[in-house]
């Protein structure tokens, strides 16, 4: 099985950076997905990590780290429009792209 | 955006009574999956399909059947809707050719059961 971690909310204030954390137990690895979701709208894609390591794009960061089960997203110069949910999503070894979700991360960017 | 349709957007039903959402995709992607998402649980994989007529359960699929006539529907049934499955339905596809292909989620169905 697998069993996934992350924050139940933050709050940040705009302009500032904020780090949402997420650790991971699975039978297997085969890549993690950082997923943005805004309030009663669809998830939507926003990184992918599956070697150990910093993948940047643009105001936004992650990290993986598979010997620790740990990842993180970076958000860099935040805007009110980052206020929404973030999803921590792992892709075990069950196949068929099949990926288990986290609760996500509720953030709140203050002025 | 992918081209994911799902309907309908809200549905309000009685318990006991048959309901079936669609999921239509204009992708041509391999897989297609339905979650249901509720405060405190996020999302969870109902039933999932790897081509056509090929489909498999997820983690929560008490309650709930699938079919995949064609590459572009997947229909969820609940065969008899109870206020448990009150929830919001997302759909998602993914093409599966290399191991970084994301899902892409429908806009989700509201569906309340009384």
């Known amino acids: 099985g697998q069993n996934i971690d992350q924050p139940t909310e933050m709050t940040a204030t705009e302009g500032a950076i904020v780090q949402i954390n997420c650790t991971y137990q699975?039978?297997?690895?085969?890549?993690l997905f950082w997923y943005q979701q805004h309030a009663g709208e669809a998830p939507t894609f926003l990184s992918y990590?599956?070697?150990?390591g910093l993948e940047e794009k643009g105001r936004f960061s992650s990290f993986l780290s598979r010997s620790k089960g740990y990842s993180y997203l970076l958000l860099k110069e935040l805007q009110m429009k980052d206020s929404a949910s973030y999803l921590c999503?792992?892709?075990?070894?069950?196949?068929?792209?099949?990926?288990?979700f986290g609760i996500g991360t509720k953030l709140q960017v203050i002025p | 955006d992918a081209g994911i349709t799902q309907s309908p957007r809200h549905k309000v039903t009685e318990t006991g009574t048959p309901v079936t959402l669609r999921c239509h995709q204009t992708?041509?992607?391999?897989?297609m999956y339905w979650y249901r998402q509720d405060p405190g649980h996020g999302l969870r994989l109902i039933h999932y399909?790897?081509?056509?007529?090929?489909?498999d359960k997820g983690e929560v699929s008490d309650g709930y059947s699938v079919s995949r006539s064609k590459t572009e529907d997947f229909l969820l049934t609940l065969e008899s809707a109870t206020s448990s499955q009150t929830s919001v339905y997302f759909c998602?596809?993914?093409?599966?050719?290399?191991?970084?292909?994301?899902?892409?989620f429908g806009d989700g169905t509201r569906l309340s059961i009384l």
């Open positions: 990590n599956v070697l150990d």
């Open positions: 998602a596809i993914s093409d599966g050719g290399k191991s970084n292909q994301p899902q892409h």
């Open positions: 699975t039978s297997g690895f085969n890549g």
């Open positions: 999503a792992v892709r075990g070894s069950g196949g068929y792209q099949k990926v288990t």
């Open positions: 992708e041509n992607h391999r897989y």
């Open positions: 399909s790897y081509g056509v007529k090929d489909t």
